[in-house]
């Protein structure tokens, strides 16, 4: 399933590539609401759920790298900046 077929950004959101470890290849570029959607959608294909998607989302939106990066571990996931727009930097 390509999840981020669907998804859309606007001009003011900043953009996140979210990596799946366990499936080589599998990387989307979003905006920041959408982390947690898509994490979920990944762990619902393996059978789990985890309320850390949420703090996973909200780790990466306000620039809390080292959170980020944990609870990334725990969910095995990566989560990077990919581009910051001018009217989302002002």
Not at 24 to 48: C, D, K, M, N, Y
Not at 55 to 82: F, K, N, P, T
């Amino acid at each position: 399933m390509r999840l981020a077929a669907y998804v859309t950004r606007t001009d003011r959101e900043p953009l996140y590539r979210v990596t799946d470890r366990l499936h080589t290849g599998r990387t989307v570029q979003l905006p920041g609401r959408e982390i947690a959607h898509v994490v979920s959608a990944w762990l619902a294909e393996l059978g789990a759920h985890s309320p850390l998607v949420n703090d996973l989302e909200r780790a990466a939106r306000i620039g809390d790298w080292a959170a980020a990066h944990a609870v990334g571990d725990q969910l095995s996931v990566h989560v990077a900046l990919v581009a910051v727009t001018a009217a989302a930097a002002a």
